[in-house]
């Protein structure tokens, strides 16, 4: 049965994150009258640059003051200001919905976590009159709900939400390749994925995303039993996905597989700025509230340099 869509969100998250303005760092493209900035001229309060009269242009944006001073007829040309194209990306994949074994675990379940970020991001750029989607993935798209910035569309949103199912292999590479037509030409994606995968291309991947002019939104979701293998004893691990199960004591092995996750995490932080993709690793172990309210407010005073 699926979930009550109405327990995806906490109120808590979308208080702290309401009042936050999540603006596109790149320039967009969009049909409708909002606050991000695009590449078209046209009537709109922010000046852009002046350009000589030619008959046709509307007479009203001759600036009558520089006529004055040189004899010469220009015509001011303003910033059109549109709304956000956002498509989510959401990894539902088996390893997504890993939930903790331990009795004494404080982390949120990785499906509930990243449940709750796209909930939470789809009701912001709603909010803001922009438009936002949602495709969900494994190895090939499961379901797909195209941008739309009606208030109600955050409804049918929660509604695919409580839908998913987490299994099955991830295929990054394979799904941007099937969808990238269906993206819209500027805009921006949000890549939620814990990056559990196989394919070596993934960087790639988004970089092609890139060179599209789409701007990119990467947030890596690890849980703390995948970080810091905290467990004890001979144990048999059983994948949620289609590898082989293994046994071991993780006290033989943790040393080298916290450095090897701390390695994999690194490798994302450092290669993902050069490349124009925004990248945040997130801990379902820390609030969901604090994570975007840092993240929030770190694009913000990018926004301001």
Not at 36 to 59: L, Q
Not at 276 to 283: H, K, P, R, T
Request: hydrophobic content about 40%.
């Amino acid at each position: 049965m699926a979930e009550d869509p109405s327990i995806l969100y906490r109120p808590e998250t979308l208080s702290e994150i309401s009042s936050l303005s999540l603006r596109a760092m790149t320039l967009v493209e969009g049909l409708l009258s909002g606050q991000h900035r695009s590449p078209h001229k046209g009537s709109s309060v922010e000046f852009a640059e002046y350009k000589a009269y030619t008959p046709g242009d509307d007479i009203r944006h001759i600036d009558w003051k520089v006529v004055g001073k040189t004899d010469k007829y220009h015509v001011k040309q303003f910033e059109q200001s549109t709304n956000l194209k956002c498509t989510i990306l959401l990894d539902t994949s088996g390893s997504m919905g890993y939930a903790s074994p331990l009795k004494k675990q404080d982390a949120m379940p990785k499906a509930q976590y990243v449940r709750t970020l796209v909930a939470a991001f789809s009701y912001l750029l709603l909010k803001q009159f922009d438009a936002v989607g949602l495709l969900t993935f494994n190895r090939s798209v499961t379901n797909h709900i195209p941008p739309r910035s009606k208030p109600s569309h955050f409804q049918h949103i929660l509604h695919a939400l409580a839908e998913c199912k987490f299994q099955g292999e991830t295929d990054i590479s394979q799904v941007v390749g099937d969808i990238i037509e269906r993206l819209p030409g500027r805009g921006m994606v949000i890549v939620v994925s814990d990056l559990l995968v196989r394919d070596d291309d993934v960087l790639k991947t988004l970089k092609f995303l890139c060179s599209r002019g789409l701007e990119v939104l990467l947030f890596q979701v690890l849980h703390p039993d995948e970080i810091h293998l905290p467990f004890d004893g001979d144990i048999m691990f059983e994948s949620l996905e289609d590898d082989p199960p293994v046994g071991l004591d993780p006290a033989d092995v943790r040393e080298q597989y916290q450095a090897a996750v701390q390695e994999f995490i690194s490798h994302f932080q450092t290669s993902c700025p050069s490349l124009g993709i925004d990248y945040q690793f997130l801990d379902t172990a820390t609030p969901l509230e604090q994570a975007l309210r840092y993240y929030l407010l770190r694009r913000k005073s990018l926004l301001k340099l």
